[in-house]
């Protein structure tokens, strides 16, 4: 396998970050985002890229103060198991603290990867009242994937809430 450079995502690189995200949304394994909303989280995307293609990718999306979630995060089949996952999450929790960021949220199917990056299963309530107040009125799918919320329960079953502290 060729080197591989993890980077901060341009918008030339949106389109190859959907062109990659649409089998695992086509599959249910994750969910599919409209262009127009890649593009306007550009700034939250690391890629993976090697010899000039995109071959994986993931974004830090800031939630509250001290908590951001991991999402959007995949890695081609073809490179799977060589490392790239673990540096995509890396660079994300490094641009985590460098925001300032205490915990990192994701939802995921793919526990045992999660794990071993420090991450623990969650149970509910993981927040106080009052920044739970406050999380809710977010229109944002991932905060309410994050609290838990009923109303994404179709899109999530089987998916782990996990979460880190840094």
């Not at 103060?65 to 060589?82: F, K, S």
Request: a negative charge; aromatic letters at 8%.
């Amino acid at each position: 396998m060729t080197e591989f450079l993890v980077r901060p995502a341009r918008t030339a690189d949106i389109v190859p970050i959907r062109d990659l995200l649409e089998p695992y949304v086509q599959r249910r394994i994750l969910l599919g985002k409209d262009l127009v909303v890649l593009y306007e989280a550009t700034q939250e995307f690391v890629v993976a890229e090697a010899a000039g293609e995109i071959i994986g990718c993931g974004a830090l999306h800031v939630i509250w103060e001290d908590l951001a979630e991991v999402r959007t995060l995949l890695v081609r089949d073809d490179w799977l198991h060589h490392g790239i996952g673990r540096a995509i999450v890396d660079r994300l929790e490094d641009n985590a603290r460098a925001l300032g960021v205490t915990r990192l949220f994701c939802l995921t199917f793919e526990v045992d990867f999660f794990s071993r990056r420090g991450f623990t299963p969650i149970g509910e309530q993981i927040v106080d009242p009052d920044v739970y107040s406050q999380l809710v009125r977010s229109p944002d799918e991932g905060v309410a994937e994050f609290l838990d919320l009923a109303h994404v329960k179709p899109n999530t079953l089987g998916n782990t809430r996990m979460l880190k502290r840094l």
